[in-house]
């Protein structure tokens, strides 16, 4: 009997690998970590509002099963909750904070939260996850207060890296491959070998580049966007105690964030992440 006819002869095919979710969320408890560079994300943050005049309200979606996002912000004094979309992460996340009551089962898609509710969304390693990125942003911009800001930490289609690591495949140089190769890795994972897309039951099927982001972005409405290079202060720890972060802001931003051929050089490495500010209300 081959493996494809024995693994789903009793199952059917779109149940997909059996017990994928539980093996998502043990190998998620187990490599989740507290060094999130949250300090340099808040600092980042500074430079667009000034949370100290706005509600300090701030939702994590996909906080995972140890949520320290939302732990340390809690610690700094912010009304901070999150989301996650699959089960088992979301029942570990409350017993990680021991509060029932921060952590929401959801999705990007359909965020449990009212409407201009949250001062700050951060949507770190979700963005290529989702079923639909744009309905994502819609929902992060929906829920965000005028003059809010929305994080945005994802894949990187043009990242160069020697070693061909992309951080969602253990395939190396997947983010080169063509769509059709990678959507048959999707498949392969999903039904045969979990491991190779760290037996995450909904792997990184969207690769972006900021360009894309800024796309995105604008489709639902939000108007300025930014990247850590453009916002990052020499003087934030986090830029202090890293030698390139520190070379580079030092010597290179100044020159590089006033010339839109530099600008976008940097970003097709750097260009993973983005800050989306929302436009305040005219009166």
């Given at each position: 009997m ?34 999130s560079h ?40 912010y ?52 079923d639909?990125p ?38 190396r ?76 802001i030092?010597n290179?931003?100044?020159?590089v ?6 600008r976008?050089?940097?970003l097709?490495?750097l260009?993973?992440s ?10």
């Amino acid at each position: 009997m081959n493996p494809t006819t024995e693994l789903y002869q009793n199952r059917l095919l779109s149940q997909g690998y059996p017990d994928l979710e539980t093996l998502g969320v043990e190998y998620f408890k187990a490599i989740q970590s507290n060094d999130s560079h949250l300090s340099w994300i808040m600092s980042c943050v500074s430079k667009l509002v000034d949370m100290s005049t706005i509600p300090r309200t701030v939702a994590v979606v996909g906080c995972g099963p140890q949520p320290y996002s939302v732990k340390t912000l809690m610690a700094l004094g912010y009304d901070a909750t999150g989301v996650e979309p699959v089960q088992g992460s979301a029942e570990a996340a409350r017993a990680f904070l021991d509060d029932s009551e921060r952590i929401h089962l959801g999705s990007a898609e359909v965020l449990p939260y009212a409407n201009k509710s949250q001062s700050l969304v951060l949507l770190e390693s979700v963005l290529e996850h989702v079923d639909s990125p744009l309905t994502s942003l819609a929902e992060c911009y929906r829920v965000l207060a005028p003059g809010g800001v929305l994080y945005v930490y994802t894949t990187n289609r043009f990242r160069v890296s020697l070693t061909g690591e992309n951080g969602e495949f253990r395939t190396r140089f997947y983010n080169w491959f063509p769509g059709l190769v990678k959507e048959s890795y999707v498949f392969k994972h999903l039904h045969f070998a979990p491991h190779l897309s760290n037996f995450s039951p909904r792997p990184a099927v969207h690769w972006f580049t900021f360009t894309d982001l800024c796309k995105l972005g604008r489709y639902v409405g939000f108007a300025q966007f930014y990247s850590h290079l453009d916002l990052a202060d020499r003087n934030d720890p986090s830029v202090k105690s890293n030698p390139l972060r520190r070379f580079l802001i030092s010597n290179l931003q100044p020159r590089v964030i006033q010339n839109p051929w530099l600008r976008a050089l940097a970003l097709t490495q750097l260009g993973n992440s983005i800050f989306m500010y929302k436009r305040p209300e005219s009166h």
